[in-house]
């Protein structure tokens, strides 16, 4: 948890161990418990978030529904965008927060517009 309240994170792009790690043993077994289907059944249901596997089906809340269809025929949302001249985390997740606190895609979306223009305008 931070001062916003929990910000779950759980990294889409992969986790590593280096080959020379001094417990790199250790270090693959924590790997495969925490990306277990039981540890992502976990991780998504105390969330309350869309399962970031695949082989994990989780009822996730009503605001993403409409985000977890589109993930279930195949079809992605990009996480982030390199041209953007924002600070994309911390953003996201404020936004992300509205969006489970009951704000329209659209309003969501708006929001990211704004927050891309502004950025833009600050550089000019």
Do not use: H
């Not at 001062?3 to 590593?16: A, D, E, K, L, Y």
């Not at 039981?38 to 978030?49: F, I, R």
């Amino acid at each position: 948890p931070s001062s916003r309240g929990q910000m779950p994170v759980m990294p889409m792009t992969g986790f590593g161990v280096g080959a020379e790690a001094k417990n790199a043993e250790d270090a693959m077994r924590a790997l495969e418990v925490m990306t277990s289907d039981e540890a992502l059944k976990v991780y998504a249901e105390t969330n309350k978030v869309i399962s970031p596997s695949k082989n994990v089906e989780v009822e996730c809340i009503e605001a993403l529904k409409p985000l977890n269809d589109r993930i279930q025929e195949n079809i992605y949302v990009l996480g982030a965008n390199a041209s953007m001249k924002m600070e994309q985390w911390g953003n996201t997740c404020q936004v992300v927060r509205e969006l489970l606190n009951g704000a329209t895609v659209d309003e969501c979306m708006a929001e990211f517009d704004r927050l891309q223009e502004e950025s833009n305008s600050s550089d000019r």
